[in-house]
């Protein structure tokens, strides 16, 4: 069984600053990738910035140059600076854990944190 605790978030004007930290425990001997994913009202489920256990990262086109993701392995712990927040950016933010495991990838989800930005 995995765990992940999320924290961060909230709500934050449009060009401010929000930082998302999550960490993982439990059976997490074979991560292949941590990241961040979003969910806005009436949208699907969108990927916003993921690490590989290879070190590669991927970002969304929406926001590159604004979100750094940053993984700090000894912890399991998986962070998301999110700079000069737009209005479109509002959405649930999902933590993301991939295990790999014979071949076999399984996927864990955070509870969800809200991430509104507003005037």
């Known amino acids: 069984q995995v765990q992940l605790v999320e924290s961060g978030g909230g709500l934050v004007q449009p060009g401010g600053s929000l930082r998302l930290s999550c960490e993982a425990s439990?059976?997490?001997?074979?991560?292949?990738?941590m990241g961040w994913f979003r969910q806005a009202p009436g949208k699907e489920r969108e990927s916003v910035a993921v690490?590989?256990?290879?070190?590669?990262?991927h970002y969304a086109d929406s926001v590159k140059g604004r979100f750094t993701i940053s993984r700090v392995n000894a912890k399991n712990t998986v962070t998301l600076q999110m700079n000069s927040l737009k209005p479109e950016d509002t959405a649930v933010y999902y933590c993301n854990v991939a295990l790999l495991d014979w071949g076999i990838r399984t996927d864990y989800w955070g509870q969800g944190t809200q991430v509104t930005v507003s005037p």
């Open positions: 690490t590989t256990s290879s070190g590669s990262i």
């Open positions: 439990g059976s997490i001997d074979n991560i292949y990738a």
